[in-house]
């Protein structure tokens, strides 16, 4: 809905209602957040007692106090003292207990949300731009949380109460003072405004850095291969140019900020005490009460400059709340859905598409997939194959609902797939992708995302049947080997074939192979492939091969082009077909070439 506001943040009522809605993570934490205002309280107020004090001794010290004597102030002090440093320990530990376990609820949840966003989602944004988000602004709402938010509402306490006793001091010098005001605080209100602008330029443009950053470390290989090195530091030094060139305008701001502020309070301050004098002179007050103002009024400037600052900070951090509601309020895949989807165990497995029209929404112009319709019944191993583009990888993708058709419809077990629930609708599914990318842990937690709850005799079975354990076995860690960030210190065939064992571990109803056989050498290709036939028993099996030889006893083969399904038959048929697209593909691959 406010899509709009969270681009061009204001620091309007609505805005800022908006951005208190965050303190819902702190709801849990309400006691400890209470008590830490309460002695942030205690202990602003207990500050405003020392000028009082100095200003006494003063007093004391030229004899016009005659029935107190020094000592006695001093222990007065001393006491107040203490009581400062119990109260600020404990004050700190709360507001520590608040802002530690609010942030990392907010971390936690954040990325829930983001990691149920729909694939377009992540097509549309950013890895490193993400990944800025959780950490970059949710640092910002910790230290606001912690340390800004007691900051601001301490230095208002010492304002209000500041000014407060100045007025009963002195009202003729505290009006003196008081004619400042306003100008500092309409000037503040003014850069703050504008400081906050460039506050968010330079967090985007550090965005953009990272994404740089964590692009290229994340391919180190191509980087390397294609010895781009020299390329991408030019590319990060010239974003990262962009980065000081924005920083030094936001600098320039807050120093513009901070000379404005000096100077008022300074200026403000030396007529004060000049006035001071005077009254001093003349007889209107002591010169221990003068020492006291001029102490109250350098704390007050001091609360001044100190809020400018932490006003520009707060507004900040509603800026960094607004992103990071963003993606809050966001709807996940899930709710994206009507309600009362229908909650499937163990499906057939029949999957038919009807004039199935589609077109990436991150590429709209472009149709992929232009009217694919074909039946494959439960049980059933269909093949599919075409030139490297013409949208294999897409049907499978439509299959999962990552994306859904712009026209026509695909079901399963003959309904609609977006009635299902999505959850145990995917649960039905295992794939074997064309790029198996592994998590960071062992090759045990990497079998194991097939079914989180098997058995060590299942996950051996498993990899077995896989074809993998022999591998697996010649490791000295064997199952709990480190596979590595991604899964790179794994050949690609090793790679493919703990895949493989972790679709055999979920039992799925419906079996996806891209290419699942593309990084195996002849032997260990026909072993997997025995494999695989063992696991497509029983169940709907969609592969995609490049290598004909793979699917030549498959019980259908649809060949795609240009969008659309051109033939489809079994191995026999098409190669039958005169002039066929399968039967000039087949004739390349299974005749020798003489040369
Ligand atoms: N996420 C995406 N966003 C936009 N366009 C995409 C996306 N993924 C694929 N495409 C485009 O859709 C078309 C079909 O891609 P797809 O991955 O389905 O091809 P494929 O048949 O699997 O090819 P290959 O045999 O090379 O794997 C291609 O033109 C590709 O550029
Ligand atoms: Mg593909």
Redesign the pocket.
């Known amino acids: 809905m406010d899509q709009k506001e969270s681009t061009r943040p204001k620091l309007s009522r609505e805005s800022l209602r908006e951005a208190l809605k965050i303190f819902a993570f702190v709801k849990p934490y309400r006691w400890q957040f209470i008590a830490g205002l309460v002695l942030l309280f205690l202990s602003s107020t207990v500050f405003l007692v020392f000028p009082k004090i100095i200003g006494q001794m003063l007093d004391v010290a030229q004899g016009l106090s005659p029935n107190v004597d020094l000592w006695q102030i001093g222990m007065w002090l001393v006491g107040v003292l203490v009581f400062q440093a119990v109260v600020s320990y404990f004050r700190v530990l709360m507001f520590a207990e608040v802002s530690e376990k609010g942030t990392a609820d907010i971390r936690v949840a954040l990325y829930k949300r983001l990691i149920s966003q729909p694939i377009v989602f992540f097509?549309k944004s950013r890895v490193g731009e993400l990944v800025s988000r959780v950490t970059n602004d949710v640092e910002k709402l910790y230290n606001t949380f912690y340390f800004i938010l007691a900051e601001f509402i301490r230095q208002i306490i010492i304002l209000i109460g500041g000014i407060g006793v100045l007025l009963i001091m002195s009202p003729r010098l505290a009006g003196v003072m008081l004619a400042t005001f306003p100008l500092i605080v309409i000037g503040a209100m003014a850069f703050g405004r504008w400081v906050r602008k460039l506050s968010k330029e330079r967090q985007d443009q550090l965005g953009q850095s990272n994404t740089i950053l964590d692009e290229t470390l994340q391919s180190i290989h191509a980087v390397k291969a294609f010895t781009n090195e020299l390329f991408e530091s030019r590319r990060y030094a010239k974003s990262n140019d962009s980065v000081v060139r924005v920083s030094m305008r936001y600098a320039k701001g807050r120093a513009v900020f901070s000379v404005f502020i000096i100077t008022m309070l300074f200026g403000a301050l030396f007529f004060v005490i000049g006035y001071g004098m005077y009254m001093v002179q003349t007889g209107q007050i002591t010169a221990g009460q003068l020492i006291s103002f001029v102490t109250y009024t350098a704390i007050i400037g001091g609360a001044i400059a100190g809020l400018g600052n932490f006003y520009t900070e707060l507004v900040g951090a509603v800026g960094a709340t607004e992103r990071v509601r963003e993606i809050l309020n966001s709807q996940s895949e899930a709710e994206k859905r009507p309600a009362n989807q229908r909650v499937v165990g163990h499906l057939r497995g029949d999957v038919s598409f009807n004039n199935v029209h589609f077109a990436?929404p991150?590429?709209s112009d472009?149709e992929?997939l232009k009217g694919v319709s074909f039946d494959i019944p439960s049980g059933k191993k269909v093949a599919l194959v075409?030139q490297?583009?013409?949208?294999?990888?897409?049907l499978m993708q439509l299959l999962l609902q990552f994306h859904f058709p712009d026209q026509g419809q695909i079901l399963v077990d003959g309904h609609a797939i977006d009635n299902y629930d999505l959850e145990s609708y995917r649960q039905n599914f295992a794939i074997v992708p064309?790029e198996v990318i592994l998590f960071g842990g062992t090759i045990r937690e990497n079998i194991l995302y097939g079914k989180p709850e098997a058995t060590e005799a299942e996950i051996v079975a498993a990899a077995q049947k896989a074809n993998a354990w022999d591998f697996i076995r010649t490791f000295p860690e064997g199952l709990e080997t480190i596979v590595g960030e991604r899964g790179i210190k794994l050949s690609g065939g090793q790679r493919q074939r703990i895949a493989i064992a972790r679709a055999i571990l979920r039992d799925p109803a419906i079996l996806l192979l891209d290419e699942a056989t593309s990084s195996l050498d002849a032997e260990s290709e026909k072993t997997v492939q025995d494999a695989l036939n063992n696991l497509m028993e029983g169940r709907t099996s969609i592969i995609?091969a490049?290598r004909l030889a793979t699917i030549r006893d498959v019980d259908c083969i649809f060949v795609?082009e240009g969008g659309r399904i051109v033939e489809q038959g079994t191995h026999e048929e098409l190669s039958a077909l005169h002039n066929g697209v399968y039967s000039s593909l087949a004739k390349l691959q299974f005749e020798p070439v003489l040369g």
Do not use: D, F, N, P
């Open positions: 097509e990436y991150t590429r472009v992929v075409g490297s583009g013409a949208g294999k990888s897409t064309q995609i490049h795609l």
